[in-house]
């Protein structure tokens, strides 16, 4: 796959990242259950951490990516 290719997947997965974070941040102040706000606040930690892997692995594509290029 072309560096453009990968960093363009990495991007649209940063997107859903992102996204997913702010729902829960939505979510969490219409939950009465405890327990589903402690699950839902699990979740915002877990999807912080992809977006900080995927930042990481887009920046590693774009400095150090040796594979081919678009044609």
């Known amino acids: ?8 997947n990495l991007e649209k997965g940063m ?3 992102k ?6 941040r939505d979510l969490i102040p219409f939950l ?7 699950i839902v606040s699990k979740i ?3 999807e912080a951490r992809h977006i ?3 930042q990481n692995l887009i920046d590693i594509v774009r400095v150090d990516y040796n594979g ?3 044609k």
């Open 1 to 8: 796959m072309s560096k453009s290719g990968i960093l363009s």
């Open 15 to 17: 997107e859903s990242e």
């Open 19 to 24: 996204r997913a974070l702010e729902l829960c």
């Open 32 to 38: 009465d259950n405890q327990t589903d706000k402690d």
């Open 44 to 46: 915002m930690l877990d």
């Open 52 to 54: 900080k892997i995927t």
């Open 68 to 70: 081919p290029e678009e």
